[in-house]
């Protein structure tokens, strides 16, 4: 690479990091939040077998997993401005991709809750807690340790997929980038320059979801 | 007064009759063996004396409140329960608790008891069934003797009226059934009222006051435990002694 580029690359990292820091970390952090909230209730109507409520979160997680991002986030941004719901570019994507992921989230910790033995719901009723009690504080808690590993996957995919909002105008990471290039026609390097701080991103994430399990298996299985 | 008065229980899986029609008395203070051979309806009897399962028909007494066993409602059934103790036979402690937290547990957040007052009582839970020196253990980090002793204690800990005990050595190895029988003889020498579905005949003869045995849902023969074991009433009950005692033998 010639010296002009390393200085472009040199010169961009502060640019390019800082609407790291300032809105996809946010966005990310804000979305993965709701996310987990959403995806708790969907879950747990369907786990509990509550009965119209179980058909909506269904449903809900048929439309979402059926349909791509990329279309939800136009639909919301763009299209719902045709019906006079006009977003701005951050909030929007923030409520894309809380329900996306919620929907998804949905299914794992479903699936989590349901891997534990009913019996752990009986001791709970014979030692005279209620449905609630118990799966407040001793369901959940276990199943929360089985959909850790998937839930933090899912984090690391959408800290990426946030780059996707730069679709409808939030100057994230890779909207800045996108910019510079406009300017310098330094493709190769900026790109692969912003991949590199994504790369960091996940690779941070990682070792916290390492140190995460690690906290969490006090109570696991070691042997038996 | 019994205790426990069960009356006209049944029970269907399917059109599998699972539980046809039964009658049981618990007086205080009395120990009830319940004996039969797999698929008898013993287990499903006593999970529905609990509402674990929701017998089809059959009416309760129990400490002299009466309770629809098709139609309880829950909080009748909640309220039952703070006064009932139940052994599994796979144990079921919260996996995610240790043997201390698994005793107070339905202390303090079901009966919303203060904690100091709760661990106090589950310390000497512990200790009544000789788990005081496992307190802070995961249950993975005990054997399957101590995870029941630990079982055996939580049910202890709320103070109950009764306890059932649904096959309670079965998933043991044998060399490991001894300490849990040894606490549950310790809890009927001290007068604990208890219903207890077994396969230790040995153990049932020692610790019961009464012996029943079922068979296809019915009960076949209920007799004290002297009479039940040298000298039943039922042909069945000799060929059910027999048979066990064979193969007690070839072992």
Redesign the interface.
């Known amino acids: 690479m010639t010296s002009r580029v390393w200085g472009i690359v040199l010169d961009s990292f502060g640019k390019i990091l800082l609407p790291g820091l300032t809105v996809t970390i946010p966005l990310t952090i804000l979305s993965f939040t709701f996310a987990i909230i959403i995806a708790l209730v969907t879950a747990m109507v369907q786990f509990a077998n509550v009965k119209v409520l179980r058909k909506i979160a269904r449903f809900y997680i048929w439309i979402i997993r059926g349909t791509p991002l990329l279309v939800q986030l136009y639909i919301v941004f763009y299209g719902l401005a045709n019906v006079g719901i006009l977003l701005k570019p951050f909030p929007a994507a923030v409520i894309v991709f809380s329900i996306n992921e919620g929907a998804y989230a949905a299914e794992t910790i479903r699936a989590s809750l349901e891997s534990i ?1 009913v ?2 719901l ?9 449905y609630m ?1 118990t799966i407040r ?2 369901v959940l ?2 199943a929360f ?1 089985t959909a850790f590993p998937s839930l933090f996957n899912s984090l690391i995919a959408m800290t990426k997929n946030t780059s996707l909002a730069a679709n409808i105008t939030v100057t994230e990471m890779f909207m800045v980038t996108q910019r510079i290039v406009a300017r310098t026609y330094e493709q190769l390097a900026l790109y692969l320059e912003v991949a590199l701080i994504y790369l960091i991103f996940s690779t941070i994430l990682t070792y916290v979801q390492k140190w995460g399990e690690k906290k969490l298996n ?7 | 007064m019994a205790m426990l008065s069960v009356k006209g229980v049944k029970k269907s899986f399917g059109d599998l009759k699972v539980i046809r029609d039964i009658n049981i008395d618990v007086n205080k203070g009395e120990v009830l063996s319940i004996l039969g051979p797999s698929g008898s309806g013993k287990t499903t009897l006593l999970r529905c004396i ?1 509402f ?1 399962e929701i017998a089809d028909e059959g009416k309760m007494i129990f400490d002299g409140v009466e309770y629809d066993m098709h139609n309880a409602t829950k909080k009748q059934i ?1 309220e039952l ?2 006064h ?3 052994v ?1 036979q ?1 144990y ?6 240790t043997a201390i937290q698994n005793v107070t ?2 202390l303090i ?3 919303k008891m203060p904690k100091d007052k709760a661990m106090k009582i589950g310390l000497d839970a512990l200790d009544k069934v000789g788990m005081l020196d496992r307190k802070d253990f ?1 249950p ?1 980090q005990l054997s399957g003797g101590q995870q029941q002793r630990v079982a055996i204690a ?2 202890l800990a ?1 103070n109950p009226k009764i306890i059932y005990f649904d096959e309670p050595t079965s998933a043991l190895d044998p060399e490991l059934t001894g300490e849990v029988l040894q606490v549950i003889k310790k809890l009927s020498d001290e007068g604990m009222t208890m219903v207890i579905v077994t396969h230790e005949i040995n153990f049932a003869r020692t610790v019961s006051t009464d012996v029943i045995l079922m068979e296809d849902g019915y009960i076949v023969e209920r007799n004290t435990a002297k009479e039940f074991f040298d000298d039943p009433k039922e042909q069945r009950t000799r060929e059910f002694l027999q048979m066990i005692t064979n193969t007690l033998g070839e072992d």
């Open positions: 033995p019996g752990q009986e001791a709970g009723y014979c030692v005279g807690m209620s009690q504080r001793i808690p276990q340790k006090i109570t696991e299985k070691s042997e038996v | 609990n674990l909640s329960r703070k009932t103790g139940f599994f796979s079921n402690l919260f996996l995610n608790k547990e339905g957040i079901g009966r995961y993975h939580r049910a709320t």
